[in-house]
Each structure stands twice: as C-alpha cells, then as structure tokens.
C-alpha cells in the first residue's frame, strides 16, 4: 500500500463549479500535511498547509481527518487557471522528508 | 518567498556520459538540500537528503555511486548523474530548506529535465 494515495482523476469541472477530493495517508504518526500544485512540466509550489482545525485560504479550503487518516480539499467557484495537478504532501516528524501522493489531476473547462 | 534556482533546466545527452545538476538557494542558506525524481505521470519520489558539509542520507533503491551528491556550501548542492542510460531520463527537482527540522517548508527549484539517448 502506498503511504500516501490520491485519485489520478482527472477530475473534469465547469468554470465557476466545486469540486473536492481526499487523499488518504498509511502512516498515523504523520504530523504535518500539504497541498502543493503542480502545473505541467513545472515544479510543485506550495498551495496551502492543513490545519487540524480545518483551513480556508480564499476559495480553497483543506480539512484533515486524523482519526480516518485522510485530508481533503475543495475549489470553489473554479477558475480556468485552477487547471493542474494538486498534490498531497504528508511530512512525517522524525527526519522531515516529504512525501508526495500521485496526485490528482483537475481540469477546469469553460 | 525564498527562491531555488537549478541548472540547467534540460539536458539531452548520449548514454554513458555523466552529467551535472546545479540547486542554489538564491536569497537564504539552506542547511539541507532534498533532491527528487520524477517520472512522467508519477509522482515525486525523494532520492536523497542533503546537508552542508556532510555525507548526503540515500533513499532506499538509489545508487549513490551513480547519483553523486555535494552540499560544499549552504547555497549550493549539485547532483551528478553518472554513466547515464536512457532510463535515467527523468524531471530531477531539488528543494531547499532554509530552518531547523521542526520547519518544514521546502521550497522547489524548477527541475532539471534530462533526456538520455
């Protein structure tokens, strides 16, 4: 099983939609949790920390589950621009190397 | 937010030769460098994890007498890909980390993508 696991979508959204989707992580004794965006060909670029009160940053909003072990994001009111692929990042403490899920890929459509 | 440079950011090169990746932390120290391949449709997998002046920590499966690393100063790791073969070929982005474990922002370079032929 891998030890962070994304849907690959793609997730295909109207502009101006919401959409959401999990991530699910092996390890309970993860303690810091990420969303990164990658664009194509591009590297990944930190898009928001998950809180385990839950976050909201504009029209993101990320959601940790401690207890089912899976953190989760949404997009609302989609842009054209939120077109990528958003990547689950799970940082265990001892050692602080990131891991990354698959994944998953959104593709906003007019 | 601080910026991570690396060099070049593509290579085409013939199999066997080695080839050399430049991470700079351009506007802060970084105590420790990370550097990750990816594959295409895959995901991001940590190779190895680098600090100043000292032995870099290889991840498991990674050769580290072909994938050589050098953090010489706290602004500058690179990675050299020796005897390359086509399966080499791959997007190598490094990260850089400017504080102490407990924070745990790394901020990416841009990726080197290497073709080998």
């Known amino acids: 099983r891998k030890e962070v696991e994304q849907d690959p979508g793609p997730f295909n959204v109207p502009e101006g939609a919401t959409v959401a989707f999990n991530c699910t992580y092996s390890?309970?004794?993860?303690?810091?949790f990420f969303w990164y965006r990658q664009d194509c060909r591009k590297e990944p670029k930190l898009l928001m920390s998950?809180?385990?009160s839950g976050n909201e940053d504009g029209r993101f909003t990320a959601q940790l589950n401690r207890a089912s072990q899976y953190i989760s994001l949404l997009i609302r009111d989609s842009k054209l621009s939120d077109s990528a692929t958003y990547l689950c990042?799970?940082?265990?403490?001892?050692?602080?190397?990131?891991?990354f899920g698959g994944g998953t890929r959104v593709l906003v459509k007019p | 937010g601080a910026v991570v440079s690396q060099h070049p950011s593509w290579v085409i090169c013939k199999s066997g030769t080695s080839v050399k990746i430049e991470c700079r932390s351009l506007?802060?120290?970084?105590?420790?460098m990370f550097w990750y391949r990816q594959f295409p449709k895959q995901s991001l997998m940590l190779m190895a994890t680098s600090n100043e002046g000292s032995k870099a920590t290889y991840e498991q499966g990674v050769e580290k007498d072909k994938f050589l690393i050098n953090h010489a100063s706290l602004t500058l790791s690179t990675l050299t890909v020796t005897s390359a073969h086509p399966e080499d070929s791959s997007f190598y982005i490094c990260?850089?980390?400017?504080?102490?474990?407990?924070?745990?922002?790394?901020?990416f370079g841009p990726g080197t993508r290497l073709t080998v032929l």
């Open positions: 506007d802060f120290q970084a105590t420790t």
């Open positions: 990260s850089a980390r400017d504080g102490p474990p407990a924070y745990n922002e790394q901020f």
């Open positions: 390890n309970s004794a993860s303690q810091s």
């Open positions: 998950v809180y385990s």
């Open positions: 990042v799970v940082n265990k403490a001892a050692g602080n190397k990131l891991t």
